[in-house]
C-alpha cells in the first residue's frame, strides 16, 4: 500500500448508529487531517493531529470524535450524527503540520446519514 | 483572516483548446504558501504544485503553467492543450507561516472550478 488509505469507501449509517472512519498513511509523515467536502461548500478542516496530538479542532461538533493512535494511523468516531452530516470525508497527511508542507489526500469516506 | 476565491465555478473546454482557473486570495502574512490540488470523480485530491511567496518565479510542467503574481494577489493555473482526462475539480489553497495561538497551519481551501473537457 502506497500513500494514504481511507475505510470504507462508502459508508450509510442511521441516526443512532456507532460508526468509524479509519485513515492510514504510509508516507512516513507527522501531520493527519480530517476535511468535511460537502456539496457547494469549501473543504472544511475538522481536526489536526502532529505526532499524535490534536493541534487544531475547528468547532467540530462532539457527535465527531477523532483518535489518532499514532502518526500513522488516524481515526474519525461518528455516533448520532445528523443528515445533514452527510459528505465525503477526506483524510489528508503532510509531513509535518506547518505551513509549508503540502497535504496528501485519500480517496475519501462518501458517507451517507440517513 | 485569510482568504481564497475561485471566481470560475464551472468551465467548459473542447478538447485541445487551452484553459486558465483564476485564483485570488487574501493574507495579513508576509510569509505564505499556495498550492493547486485536483480532484478527479474519484475523489482523491491531487497535490500539483507548491508556491512559497518569496518565489515569484513562474512555473512550467508539462502542459500545466502557474502564474504567480503578488502585485495582484493571484496565482492562476494554465492548461496548454487540454485532454478529457483534465476534467476534475481544481482547488487553490492558501496557508500562513504565521504562528496563531499555536496552531502552526492555517490552511484554506477556495471553492474550486469544476472543469469540463469536452471530446
Known amino acids: 500500500e502506497t500513500g494514504v488509505t481511507q475505510t470504507p469507501r462508502h459508508l450509510v449509517m442511521g441516526m443512532t448508529n456507532k460508526k468509524s472512519l479509519k485513515c492510514e498513511q504510509h508516507?512516513?509523515?507527522?501531520?493527519m487531517y480530517w476535511y468535511k467536502q460537502s456539496a457547494k461548500k469549501p473543504l472544511e478542516l475538522m481536526f489536526v493531529?502532529?505526532?499524535?496530538?490534536?493541534?487544531e479542532n475547528n468547532s467540530v461538533p462532539s457527535r465527531f470524535s477523532p483518535e489518532c493512535p499514532n502518526s500513522s494511523h488516524l481515526f474519525l468516531h461518528l455516533h448520532t450524527l445528523q443528515p445533514e452530516d452527510s459528505a465525503l470525508y477526506l483524510c489528508?497527511?503532510?509531513?509535518?503540520?506547518?505551513?509549508?508542507?503540502?497535504?496528501?489526500f485519500g480517496p475519501g469516506t462518501r458517507l451517507t446519514v440517513t | 483572516a485569510q482568504k481564497v476565491t475561485q471566481a470560475q465555478t464551472e468551465i467548459s473546454v473542447v478538447e485541445k483548446e487551452d484553459v486558465t482557473l483564476d485564483c485570488v486570495y487574501e493574507?495579513?502574512?508576509?510569509?505564505?504558501?499556495l498550492f493547486w490540488y485536483k480532484q478527479p470523480p474519484s475523489g482523491e485530491l491531487v497535490f500539483l504544485i507548491r508556491?512559497?511567496?518569496?518565489?515569484?518565479q513562474n512555473e512550467i510542467s508539462g502542459r500545466y503553467s502557474w502564474n504567480f503574481q503578488k502585485s495582484t494577489s493571484s496565482f492562476n493555473f494554465t492548461i496548454t492543450a487540454s485532454q478529457v482526462v483534465d476534467s476534475a475539480v481544481y482547488f487553490c489553497?492558501?496557508?500562513?507561516?504565521?504562528?496563531?495561538?499555536?496552531?502552526?497551519?492555517?490552511?484554506?481551501f477556495g471553492p474550486g472550478t469544476r472543469l469540463s473537457v469536452l471530446p
Open positions: 493531529y502532529s505526532l499524535e496530538e490534536r493541534v
Open positions: 489553497a492558501l496557508s500562513e507561516a504565521l504562528l496563531l495561538d499555536n496552531y502552526g497551519q492555517n490552511f484554506v
Open positions: 489528508a497527511s503532510s509531513q509535518e503540520w506547518q505551513g509549508s508542507y503540502e497535504q496528501y
Open positions: 508556491r512559497n511567496s518569496f518565489d515569484e
Open positions: 493574507t495579513r502574512d508576509t510569509t505564505y504558501y
Open positions: 508516507l512516513g509523515h507527522n501531520a
